[in-house]
Structure formats: C-alpha cells, structure tokens
C-alpha cells in the first residue's frame, strides 16, 4: 500500500482538494472501461475521464500493446534536420483526413498547452512570412483556459490562475466575453446575444489595431471556465469577424477534440474550418502525452517550400514515434467501436436523464450539455438565480463519490465527463448517482 508519507512528495500534494477523505484513500490503483478502483480497492465510476481526457475508456490492450511494439522497434528519435518516423507521418496523414477542410500540416507537441503554444507560434511566424510584421497579439475569452504555461497563461481568461504571473505577462492582449446563454441571454434571444458578443469581439480587435492582432483563440466550449457552451452559429460569427479584419483564428479543441461533443471534432457543429486548430487528451486518450496543431494549407503555403531556416522550433519530443503509434491505436478503436456516434447518443440520453432527474430543483439553475459534456449549474435556492456558493457545490464531490461516482464539482457547476465508451445502464446509473447527491445537498 502507498502510504501518506510517500504521496506528501508530490508538490500537487501540499495542497487539499477532497479534505474529507485520507490522501491514501484516493490512490487510483487500475481501471478497465469507466471504472476505476482505488488500492484500497473502492470501485468507483470515472464521470470526468480523468481530466476529459481518456475517451476511449480505460485497459484497452490494444494501445498498450502498440506502445509495447513500437518503444522494442523504435522508441525515439527526433523528427527535427528532416528525420521522421512512420507512426508520426502515418499519424498525420490520418489527421488531415479525419479533421474537417484542409487543415493538412501538424507540428507535434506533449501537451495542450504547448500544442496551444505552438499555435500561437505558428500564427506568427505565417505573419512574419506575410511581411506583416506588427501582428503579434492573440485575443481570447474570459473564462477561456488554454494551458499552464507562462505563454498560455498571457490568454488565460481565469484571472484567479494568472495573478501570480502578472508581471510576467504581455500586457496588451484584450479578453471579450463569451455569449453564455444561462447568464446573460436576459430577455433576448441567443442569436442577439451571439451578435452582441461578435460584435464586442470585432470592437476588442479594432480597439487594439487589427493591424497588430495576430489571432483570436477560444475554446468551442469553455471546459475550465465552467462549462460555458455558445449558441451554435458563435463560431461562425468568429470566423467571419477574423477574415473580415484579417486575423487567423485558433480553435483549442485540447477538450472538445476527438468525439467529446459528439462529432470529431467541435467546429464541426457549425462547419467552421479554424487556421489552426489545437488537439491534446483524447489524441491518444491518455495512454501516453501527445498534442498536436493543426494548419491550414496557406498557413504552410506562406513559407518557402526550399528554405533551411526554420520556422516555429519543437521540442525535443516532437512527433515521439511511441506516442503516435498509441494515437493510431487509439483512433483505430474510436473508429472500430463507433465512439464519436456513441458520445452523441450518450450525451443526449445524459442530457435528457438528468434534466427528467434534478431539472427542476430548486438549486438547479441549468442543466446543459453538447455530446458528452454535461453539466448541472447550480444556484441559491431563493429563486434569485445566484450562483450557489462554491463551497457547497464542491461537497458534491464527495456526495457522489459515497454514491459511487468521480465527478467534478467547482465553482458553481458540477461537470461530467465520461468516457466515450459508456453505455446505456452505465449513464441512467450516472444519473441516479448525480439526482440523489443533488437531492442530498438541497436537503442539507
Ligand atoms: C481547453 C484546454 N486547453 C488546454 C489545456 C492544457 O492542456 P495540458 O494540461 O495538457 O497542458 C487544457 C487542460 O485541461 C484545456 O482544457
């Protein structure tokens, strides 16, 4: 058994998020499809993926025995001074068919932030490639998360996360607010509020000079932010602001990517091709770290195809041969089992369940969803639509975890997240576990 003393080293340690529960009772020890067993051997359903990120479900053989196969053939070598390896080429080829337009060329990265990095990075250099050199800011959301690193945390819209940083940060770059229907549709209808906060977008890059906005990046769905999900036709009204002033836009699907909401990928709702397009997590559903930016063919076709100076500089890890040959493997079952459909039908059938279940609760301000994520907002029981108070909300945690389930409760909104291999029985389990730890909290 792991003991207390060993877990204290890790430095996410020193700080308490389940302070009602022993650190060496949250030890996770194995895991098979949505469910996970602690080592003191407590089942427990994974209502959030781990992070979102493991879509295809937990103990699938065949990623591991395509990372064992690769790490004996070949388990690393750089992709940069123009060597390459199979599984990478193979990987991103599959990428620019399975993403929508002609989103063609990757560059490889470890994680979402530094695929968002390498977004950022790529509009750039496009622009310094264009000779339009004053283009350098990226305009985001508030609300909007895009990774842990200082660049990401310049477009960071949760300024709670930043504040330490501050003075590290460009202090130029403009954060519009998102349309969020359940906050601040008022009176109107989500097509006004989708013209209301396009319009504060086109004003923000106007205001800053379009001539030194370099892209807009967002999230189709705001995950960290609280579950935020635009009307659909927001990132249509995106796009056309940016070819309208000449701005790329970056689209960070590091959550949304890869069937979460029920379609490959999220844009695809509203059939809006971004320049660049970030993807992390269920690349590889986890099994081993891999991101990736995706872009555009005139993105690429803005360098010179015979130059030997590069562009945009990668990691070390790049294209790793053994993290692409897990993305394959990984693709292959999301493919093979129909995952991307199965998150549609399942998402809908949680949607519906938990609106039947809690919809109505006095502490139940919203219950919304896009595929699978689904979230419930919760407000103050007095009728006055008040975020109910954040502590409260995160004994959910712990009410759903004595009922069986890891969901994740913060802020104001309790967020699920399963993976994409759920069933049937497993959702309306789901449900009943979130109704009766809802029905718990309202009667405390
Ligand atoms: C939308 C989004 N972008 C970027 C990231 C950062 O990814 P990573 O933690 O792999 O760096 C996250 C992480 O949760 C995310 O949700």
Request: hydrophobic share 45%; glycine share 8%.
């Amino acid at each position: 058994m792991t003991d207390a003393a060993s877990i204290n080293h890790l430095w996410t340690h020193r700080t308490q998020d389940h302070p009602w529960l022993a650190d060496e009772e949250l030890v996770i020890d194995r895991a098979e499809g949505v469910w996970v067993w602690t080592e003191r051997g407590t089942k427990l359903m994974d209502a959030f993926a781990g992070l979102a990120v493991v879509n295809v479900g937990h103990g699938r053989r065949e990623i591991a025995e395509a990372i064992a196969e690769q790490t004996v053939r070949l388990a690393y070598y750089p992709t940069t001074r123009q060597f390459s390896n199979r599984p990478a080429a193979e990987l991103a080829t599959r990428l620019a068919r399975l993403t929508p337009g002609d989103l063609t060329y990757t560059m490889f990265a470890v994680s979402g932030s530094e695929a968002n990095e390498r977004s950022m990075q790529i509009a750039r250099h496009y622009w310094l490639a264009r000779g339009r050199e004053a283009k350098h800011k990226v305009i985001s959301l508030q609300g909007g998360y895009h990774g842990a690193t200082s660049g990401t945390y310049a477009v960071c819209g949760l300024p709670h996360m930043v504040q330490a940083y501050a003075p590290l940060q460009y202090p130029g770059f403009a954060k519009v607010t998102p349309p969020h229907p359940f906050r601040d549709r008022g009176t109107g209808t989500d097509t006004e509020l989708v013209e209301r906060r396009a319009e504060e977008l086109r004003q923000a890059i106007l205001a800053e000079g379009p001539e030194t906005v370099s892209a807009v990046i967002l999230e189709p769905i705001l995950s960290s932010g609280g579950f935020i999900i635009p009307p659909l036709g927001w990132l249509r009204a995106v796009r056309a602001v940016c070819d309208e002033l000449e701005v790329l836009m970056i689209a960070d699907e590091v959550i949304t990517g890869f069937g979460r909401t029920g379609r490959w990928f999220a844009v695809e709702h509203e059939d809006v091709i971004p320049d660049l397009m970030s993807t992390a997590k269920g690349i590889t559903s986890g099994y081993i770290p891999l991101s990736a930016s995706i872009a555009r063919r005139h993105l690429a076709e803005a360098f010179d195809a015979h130059t030997t100076q590069e562009n945009v500089h990668p990691n070390t890890y790049a294209a790793h041969p053994v993290a692409c040959a897990a993305a394959l493997a990984n693709l292959d079952i999301m493919e093979k089992d129909r995952l991307v459909e199965n998150a549609a039908a399942m998402g809908a059938r949680l949607l519906a369940g938990l609106q039947a279940a809690v919809g109505k609760r006095a502490i139940v301000g919203e219950v919304r969803g896009r595929g699978l994520l689904v979230c419930v907002d919760l407000v103050e029981p007095d009728g006055s639509a008040r975020a109910l108070d954040a502590k409260r909300v995160a004994e959910l945690d712990r009410k759903a975890w004595e009922r069986g389930a890891i969901v994740y409760a913060r802020g104001s909104v309790l967020r699920l997240a399963p993976p994409l291999c759920i069933t049937g029985q497993e959702v309306d389990k789901l449900v009943g576990i979130v109704a009766d730890s809802l029905a718990a909290l309202e009667k405390d």
